[in-house]
């Protein structure tokens, strides 16, 4: 078996394992700092804080995002709040619940040591962020103001309002932006990496193209940082942004960076349904929600009744029964089942029977719609421009919907992958969350990895490369790594065949939500791994992209995505396919208990997956990382 050891984790106790790390890192002195240029790709909350941060301390940044604006990362979408363990309501929370809470929210297959690196650098995030102007909620005394989310027991969720995401992004975007003002910063918007560029097998530079003028440029630098976010896009209709795309991670991935459990993808309880075949995306609806919303369903299979006719005996508040101790905030993997379940049972409702009631009436009740208004308002406007009903009146309708990547490229504790120089930080790893994340915890760790932890751990890095110069850009490998573009852009362009990109990525992402979604099966894999290559051909043969490549070309972009994502998407079913077990967002069909939950089997499969290219997609070559508890011991994962 071939193992991975060198994690890098720091010795001593769980609780001192960071504070040993950053008292023992090597140091790059402030002159020598002026001396490096590092890339970053990607200007969401990761890699805007980490951009900033690093600039900050005296280092030259190039920062790069295809979007027109850094500030239009998707960073914006999350809406519901940012998890922090400082116990402000005095209900029992601190470091080791909120470490504990989210390993056991993974289904016990994270790094014990990065989790809880996460919950203890939590505290510092929220200062921080005040001191940026972020305008949480706040009680009447001044206070900040804390909520839940599920998978917990105690409020330790801050927020502003509905849009914390963007909030929090407002903040690192203007300390990027105050760094490109002093010249240590350059801010390449419009610019899409294409592959990363190795010299000596160390990361020194990436290619990238101008997607306005089409010019294929060439960047070095003496490291790079991908923060370019997940891939739930791949299955197509999802909540995040249409541009959000995996090619940069996964062209590290051929390049020899490992990625990591690539199947646990999580599907989002609360997101607005599909209604039909015209949709290129869904909009998510804040986990936010459940705190005062409750989930039901008619008791009757097919009762076409309008929600105000159903009484209340005739109504199944099936998390409420099902989990008594979390309810309505059980876990998002746990919640997506139990909604998916209902509706395959006949009782989904809406016009496609595909969705299940979020109902406020008894909140509304108890507080008043201006409480309720105050804590969600802008969601229910949201709801109602985009589907024309009041849900301070009736219900809304929620459906699951795929969402956050918990898989990513592997790195260790320093957040490096597996090639030297090369990091990868926020959704862009696999590090923190093991099988499903909890809701609050994405904001938090894309904060934590930018802010807190790579200013340490590159500079560790860096500390052993101050007498190598940056390399130039007409070095063989630049030049190699643009030869393959070149190539690759010119086959999507002479291939001439009658379908779009789009159209490819449709028929895939279906048939991965159906064998590799909320429910997977051995021989529903199986399918999909052939059905997948039977596209991936198809693709080649009959690729239609108008146009060439000097030009502003959208459909060159995406058929470079979804070339990307025809190849990702083997590697998700193969990943689910040899893990015999049900975790967290992977749910396998042939391992569950009697009462139809997830059943893990830690005695074969406590590990992460890592999956090493090699130069075959159908044959990658799995590494496994054992995972090992010193502090907490893995239990059955239960939330009744």
Same mark, same amino acid.
């Given at each position: =078996?071939?193992?991975?050891?060198?994690?890098?984790?720091?010795?001593?106790?769980?609780?001192?394992?960071?504070?040993?790390?950053?008292?023992?890192?090597?140091?790059?002195?402030?002159?020598?700092?002026?001396?490096?240029?590092?890339?970053?790709?990607?200007?969401?909350?990761?890699?805007?804080?980490? &951009?900033?941060? *690093?600039?900050?301390?005296?280092?030259?940044?190039?920062?790069?995002?295809?979007?027109?604006?850094?500030?239009?990362?998707?960073?914006?979408?999350? +809406?519901?709040?940012?998890?922090?363990?400082?116990?402000?309501?005095?209900?029992?929370?601190?470091?080791?619940?909120?470490?504990?809470?989210?390993?056991?929210?993974?289904?016990?297959?994270?790094?014990?040591?990065?989790?809880?690196?996460?919950?203890?650098?939590?505290?510092?995030?929220?200062?921080?962020?005040?001191? +940026?102007?972020?305008? !949480?909620?706040?009680?009447?005394?001044? @206070?900040?103001?804390?909520?839940?989310?599920?998978?917990? +027991?105690?409020? #330790?969720?801050? @927020?502003?309002?509905?849009?914390?995401?963007?909030?929090?992004?407002?903040?690192?975007? +203007? &300390?990027?932006?105050?760094?490109?003002?002093?010249?240590?910063?350059?801010?390449?918007? #419009?610019?899409?990496?294409?592959?990363?560029?190795?010299?000596?097998?160390?990361?020194?530079?990436?290619?990238?193209?101008?997607?306005?003028?089409?010019?294929?440029?060439?960047?070095?630098?003496?490291?790079?940082?991908?923060?370019?976010?997940?891939?739930?896009?791949? @299955?197509? *209709?999802?909540?995040?942004?249409?541009?959000?795309?995996?090619?940069?991670?996964?062209?590290? $991935?051929?390049?020899?960076?490992?990625?990591?459990?690539?199947?646990?993808?999580?599907?989002?309880?609360?997101?607005?349904?599909?209604?039909?075949?015209?949709?290129?995306?869904?909009?998510?609806?804040?986990?936010?929600?459940?705190?005062?919303?409750?989930?039901?369903?008619?008791?009757?299979?097919?009762?076409?009744?309008?929600?105000?006719?159903?009484?209340?005996?005739?109504?199944?508040?099936?998390?409420?029964?099902?989990?008594?101790?979390?309810?309505?905030?059980?876990?998002?993997?746990?919640?997506?089942?139990?909604?998916?379940?209902?509706?395959?049972?006949?009782?989904?409702?809406?016009?496609?029977?595909?969705?299940?009631?979020?109902?406020?009436?008894?909140? *509304?009740?108890?507080?008043?719609?201006?409480?309720?208004?105050?804590?969600?308002?802008?969601?229910?406007? =949201?709801?109602?421009?985009?589907?024309?009903?009041?849900?301070?009146?009736?219900?809304?309708?929620?459906?699951?919907?795929?969402?956050?990547?918990?898989?990513?490229?592997?790195?260790?504790?320093?957040?490096?992958?597996?090639?030297?120089?090369?990091?990868?930080?926020?959704?862009?790893?696999?590090?923190? $969350?093991?099988?499903?994340?909890?809701?609050?915890?994405?904001?938090?760790?894309?904060?934590? /990895?930018? @802010?807190?932890?790579?200013?340490?751990?590159?500079?560790?890095?860096?500390?052993?490369?101050?007498?190598?110069?940056?390399?130039?850009? /007409?070095?063989?490998? !630049?030049?190699?790594?643009?030869?393959?573009?070149?190539?690759?852009?010119?086959?999507?362009?002479?291939?001439?065949?009658?379908?779009?990109?789009?159209?490819?990525?449709?028929?895939?992402?279906?048939?991965?939500?159906?064998?590799?979604?909320?429910?997977?099966?051995?021989?529903?894999?199986?399918?999909?791994?052939?059905?997948?290559?039977?596209?991936?051909?198809?693709?080649?043969? /009959?690729? =239609?992209?108008?146009?060439?490549?000097?030009?502003?070309?959208?459909?060159?972009?995406?058929?470079?995505?979804?070339?990307?994502?025809?190849?990702?998407?083997?590697? =998700?079913?193969?990943?689910?396919?040899?893990?015999?077990?049900?975790?967290?967002?992977?749910? #396998?069909?042939?391992?569950?208990?009697?009462?139809?939950?997830?059943?893990?089997?830690?005695?074969? !499969?406590?590990?992460?997956?890592?999956?090493?290219?090699?130069?075959?997609?159908?044959?990658?070559?799995?590494?496994?990382?054992?995972?090992?508890?010193?502090?907490?011991?893995?239990?059955?994962?239960?939330?009744?």
């Amino acid at each position: =078996m071939n193992t991975i050891t060198n994690t890098k984790v720091p010795k001593g106790p769980l609780a001192e394992k960071w504070s040993n790390y950053k008292a023992s890192a090597k140091l790059v002195s402030p002159n020598n700092r002026k001396k490096f240029e590092v890339i970053v790709v990607g200007t969401g909350l990761a890699g805007a804080s980490a &951009a900033a941060s *690093l600039a900050e301390m005296g280092y030259n940044v190039k920062s790069f995002c295809f979007q027109d604006s850094a500030r239009r990362a998707h960073s914006v979408a999350a +809406q519901g709040g940012v998890n922090a363990a400082k116990n402000y309501k005095n209900d029992g929370d601190n470091i080791y619940r909120m470490f504990y809470d989210t390993i056991k929210g993974g289904d016990f297959r994270s790094r014990e040591a990065n989790t809880y690196r996460l919950a203890e650098c939590s505290v510092n995030l929220i200062d921080q962020a005040v001191a +940026q102007g972020v305008p !949480f909620g706040r009680e009447y005394g001044g @206070y900040l103001r804390n909520r839940s989310f599920g998978g917990v +027991q105690v409020s #330790r969720t801050f @927020y502003a309002r509905g849009q914390t995401g963007q909030q929090l992004l407002l903040g690192s975007y +203007q &300390a990027l932006l105050r760094q490109q003002n002093k010249g240590k910063v350059k801010l390449y918007s #419009r610019h899409e990496m294409l592959d990363l560029v190795l010299i000596d097998g160390k990361a020194r530079g990436i290619i990238a193209r101008n997607l306005d003028t089409g010019e294929i440029e060439r960047h070095a630098a003496h490291t790079v940082v991908l923060a370019t976010g997940g891939f739930g896009k791949i @299955y197509y *209709l999802s909540t995040l942004a249409m541009g959000c795309n995996a090619s940069a991670i996964w062209r590290a $991935h051929k390049k020899g960076a490992y990625m990591a459990n690539p199947s646990w993808t999580q599907i989002h309880p609360t997101c607005l349904p599909r209604s039909g075949e015209y949709q290129s995306k869904l909009t998510l609806m804040s986990e936010s929600l459940r705190n005062d919303g409750r989930i039901w369903v008619p008791r009757a299979k097919n009762d076409t009744r309008a929600p105000g006719e159903i009484p209340e005996e005739e109504r199944d508040y099936y998390l409420e029964r099902k989990y008594p101790s979390f309810g309505n905030l059980a876990p998002r993997d746990i919640a997506s089942r139990a909604a998916k379940e209902q509706i395959d049972l006949g009782k989904g409702i809406g016009p496609l029977k595909n969705a299940v009631y979020l109902d406020f009436s008894k909140a *509304l009740n108890e507080y008043g719609k201006d409480v309720i208004a105050e804590r969600y308002g802008n969601l229910f406007t =949201m709801y109602q421009k985009i589907t024309g009903t009041d849900a301070y009146r009736e219900p809304m309708k929620i459906s699951p919907a795929a969402h956050f990547s918990m898989g990513g490229l592997w790195v260790d504790y320093e957040l490096m992958t597996s090639i030297p120089g090369l990091f990868a930080i926020g959704e862009a790893n696999f590090s923190d $969350h093991g099988a499903n994340r909890l809701g609050a915890n994405s904001l938090l760790q894309a904060c934590v /990895d930018g @802010y807190f932890v790579l200013p340490y751990t590159l500079q560790n890095y860096l500390a052993n490369e101050t007498e190598i110069p940056k390399p130039e850009t /007409d070095h063989p490998a !630049f030049t190699e790594a643009e030869k393959n573009i070149h190539k690759q852009m010119q086959n999507f362009l002479s291939c001439k065949g009658k379908r779009t990109a789009e159209d490819f990525h449709k028929i895939l992402g279906r048939e991965l939500y159906d064998k590799c979604g909320l429910l997977r099966t051995k021989k529903g894999l199986e399918e999909a791994i052939q059905n997948i290559r039977r596209i991936r051909n198809e693709f080649k043969e /009959d690729l =239609m992209v108008p146009g060439n490549a000097n030009e502003v070309n959208s459909e060159l972009e995406k058929a470079g995505r979804v070339a990307d994502y025809m190849e990702l998407a083997e590697l =998700m079913c193969i990943d689910a396919l040899q893990r015999e077990e049900s975790c967290g967002a992977h749910f #396998r069909a042939e391992h569950q208990t009697e009462e139809g939950e997830a059943k893990r089997d830690d005695e074969n !499969f406590s590990y992460s997956a890592a999956w090493e290219w090699t130069g075959d997609i159908s044959a990658p070559n799995l590494k496994k990382e054992p995972l090992i508890f010193e502090t907490v011991a893995p239990t059955i994962r239960s939330y009744k």
